[in-house]
């Protein structure tokens, strides 16, 4: 069965910490992963990545993806409470299908 | 520019009922996808469709249903309706289908269903 887990499922940091976010994927046929931010409804577009080893970066977040032991993880450096939200992490196959985990809840305290 | 708008916000249908919802893309996407979020999971991925034709589905059962008009707006019909249908329900438009370059999905507010 086709699966996407994040890790952890809640965070809290304070404000300026340094947090890694984790995402393990088994879906057969896959062509790219993205991550999203979710703070009330919309999820958000953060990032698409589709090769491994290749740093995707905006201000303070980056990611990075990993083809061979199937996994990303997506950093946020300097956190401030404007980053408070929810991470999704969806695969995407090629048959066009979308996998999303359950998201990780990360909480930026003053 | 609007983004992805879905009406309505919000809804209470009790079980047995059926239940519509629109959603209607950024100008200039031609590619609707359709998910359903229960509370502390994940969306969960229903339709996609592309130039009015369904391109991919889900793990949903036949109750469910959607159709994309000539202008790429979209609905999604929910027969039969069940306590467990409750759940956020969202739309995501993207530019096209099949390039990773177009494919980049925009999501909409999304619609609440509550289910009595």
């Known amino acids: 069965e086709d699966k996407v887990v994040q890790s952890p499922l809640s965070l809290v940091v304070h404000e300026g910490d340094t947090v890694t976010l984790n995402c393990s994927y088994e879906v057969t046929n896959f062509r790219s992963l993205l991550w999203y931010k979710q703070e009330k409804k919309a999820p958000t577009f953060l990032f698409m990545l589709t090769s491994s080893g290749i740093e995707k970066k905006s201000g303070r977040l980056s990611s990075i993806l990993d083809k061979k032991e199937l996994f990303s993880i997506l950093n946020i450096t300097a956190t401030q409470t404007g980053d408070s939200a929810v991470y999704l992490c969806?695969?995407?196959?090629?048959?066009?299908?979308?996998?999303f985990g359950t998201g990780t809840s990360l909480t930026v305290i003053p | 520019d609007a983004g992805v708008t879905q009406s309505p916000t919000h809804l209470i249908k009790t079980r047995g009922q059926h239940v519509t919802l629109r959603c209607s893309p950024i100008?200039?996407?031609?590619?609707v996808s359709w998910y359903q979020q229960v509370l502390g999971q994940g969306p969960q991925f229903i339709f996609q469709?592309?130039?009015?034709?369904?391109?991919g589905r889900g793990n949903f059962p036949d109750r469910f249903s959607a159709r994309q008009f000539p202008n790429y707006s979209s609905e999604l019909n929910v027969n039969a309706l069940l306590l467990g249908d409750s759940a956020l329900y969202l739309c995501a438009s993207s530019l096209a289908w099949g390039s990773d370059l177009t494919d980049t999905q925009y999501f909409g507010p999304g619609t609440r269903l509550t289910v009595l």
């Open positions: 969806a695969v995407r196959n090629t048959g066009n299908q979308f996998y």
């Open positions: 469709y592309y130039e009015k034709e369904e391109r």
């Open positions: 100008s200039g996407h031609k590619s």
